[in-house]
């Protein structure tokens, strides 16, 4: 578990909403790597021609997740406009990827993973959302 | 210029769209690559100490325009609701990026660089954002 | 435990070495974002001037076990010689990170968090790299 | 033409081989983009389920382009060792997808167009390998 781990040694961790931004920082990091093996294993279907969807929302949904964890990995002094921007472009992206996801899960059981992780992701990044000041006037220019 | 040339090939190229965004694909490409190197040059400065928020937001910078790049040189079926919220944290990413930057700038020329690499990088995701069909209710789950 | 299930579903899954390619999935990610995490904590120390090559090295090395995990879960057709040459890079990228956070353990926990990381790392792509064929000679042009 | 420009006013710039590493930067980042548009534009293609191959190495052509970009935007202090498996790893992963795009590129021009990026972006980063110091013993563990 070097993640907790580490989060908890840097010298200005995040006080009060330590479980949260941990929560996410994984949620964003595990959904990347489903979303990639799910766009390989789409790619690797009989019916991929119908999946080319899936396949590309998969895509969009790792880029966003691996921007989003490494974004919140560096949480020393948040930004609240750009968190805020950037916490809702990766639940924007889980979302477009779970909706396509649902389409497929009947048939193929790697959309239906794809699509919890992304609803757990989801939920994690709205937990650090809830959890930012409100308002951010003042750092917005 | 590869880009362009393999843009036009693309069997479903943008058809009302197509100059903004491929100037937004190369825009975020760009900054990608001047963050990166501005938080290298930042940490090679005497200075580094008073350097620190610069080079965290080149870094998200860079990984947001990264991300943002490659979900636009996807650009066959964009889905509204997740461009829209990825072009705006793209364009806070850059905002973030280009103000503090803008502090720098006067002592490391490096920094000017990156905030105009940031502004031209807003402008690109801008125009984008507004082409994009408005509403997207249909679209949002 | 969403990489282990999503990996077992997908149509062309590691047949011989599946526990391997899983581990080195898991390690590759693991260590990109425990690097991550580390270059921002180094940034946030007051000795940060000392600490610019350890930062360097956290990122090279983020950047390498990132793309390295994503080859690595796009399994299905591996190319022996890339993937030989991809392995062979995450583990100097780890091996160099390693090395730098060692010199600085002592003083920084992060960097004992990071070593340990990034050693577990090289030893699971070690693992893939002895179960890929050898020679490769076919594929090499 | 911002790249050159930051990278004349990085503060250790590299003082002997500064067009070959410009060069292999502003490679890496262009292959990065078209191959990404490649593989979208493999995916809108009629015979996608020939082009899976194809999708896949362009996917990782484009993540170890990204990797090595950056690496070598962080040129300060190079690490032989390092570089040397990075660059060798990022002229695989081109030669691969090079290869797989020669078989359609008859039949789809943007697999050409990648083609001839990915041979420039050999030749690039073969530039950067060759100018390397050899031996690099001092540097191995």
Redesign the interface.
Known sequence: M??P???Q????KPTTHFDEVRAA??AC??T???A??????C???EN??EL??C???D??C???C??T???I?????P?P??W???L??C???C??CA?ECAKHENQ???CR??R??CERCIDACQKVLDALPQGGAETR?
Chains 1, 2, 3, 4 share one sequence.
Request: proline content about 1%.
């Open positions: 070097a993640v781990d580490i989060l040694l840097h010298p200005e920082i994984e990091f595990e990347q790597q489903v990639t093996i799910c766009a390989d294993a790619l690797a279907e991929v021609a080319r969807e396949i590309r929302l895509l969009d790792a880029d966003f691996a921007a964890g490494r974004l990995a560096r949480q020393a002094h930004q406009d750009f805020r921007a950037a809702e472009a639940i924007e992206a979302r477009s909706n193929h059981e790697h993973i794809t919890e992780a220019h």
